[in-house]
């Protein structure tokens, strides 16, 4: 739990320093990137975190497994077999491994490496001071496939809460 709060908290002060150095319309580009970024946090997360293998059923992959689960699957096989050696050939739950395919580990690649140029170049965009400059760097940016996509998904989601707002209340 308190990683997830620190990361709650590093978000929280990034959004506190954009809302000060960015104008009105960029904060949204902003917000639209932090959005495009949590969504790749999961897949992140397991290549960062989890603990990694070869099943020789998967010729062409690796597998993937929580550190959690693996703490889990560790203190069962002490807690029921006391002695036993801790990778006793117990089974996994195949619920908890993760398959991945090589193609797939290099698309997410690729993903990241895009994800990051992307966040460079917001940064550079934030750093320039001419207005007309700064202007056409995020026009460039919105025109990114998953940055648009977020601005669009947050413009529906604008439209649906004021056409909510109003609409008079049931009686």
């Known amino acids: ?36 970024v949590g969504e790749h946090r999961a897949a992140r997360n397991k290549l960062a975190h989890w603990y990694w293998g070869i099943c020789p059923e998967l010729k062409d992959g690796a597998i993937a497994v929580k550190p959690q ?4 699957h560790r203190v069962s096989i002490l807690s029921w077999h006391p002695g036993l050696p801790i990778d006793a050939g117990f089974a996994l739950d195949l619920d908890e491994v993760y398959a991945f395919r090589i193609k797939s580990l290099k698309a997410t690649a690729k993903g990241f490496a895009t994800l990051a140029g992307l966040v460079n ?23 990114d496939a998953r940055l648009a996509e977020a601005l669009s998904r947050d413009q529906r989601a604008d439209q649906k809460n004021h056409q909510s707002e109003r609409k008079p209340p049931r009686k």
Do not use: N, W
């Open 69 to 72: 689960y693996i703490l889990h």
């Open 121 to 143: 170049k917001f940064s550079s965009a934030a750093q320039i001071s001419g207005p007309e400059e700064r202007a056409r760097l995020f026009r460039e940016l919105t025109r």
């Open 1 to 36: 739990m308190p990683a997830l709060r620190a990361t709650a908290s590093r978000k929280r002060r990034c959004e506190v320093l954009a809302l000060a150095a960015l104008s009105s319309e960029e904060v949204p580009v902003f917000d639209a990137l932090l959005k495009v």
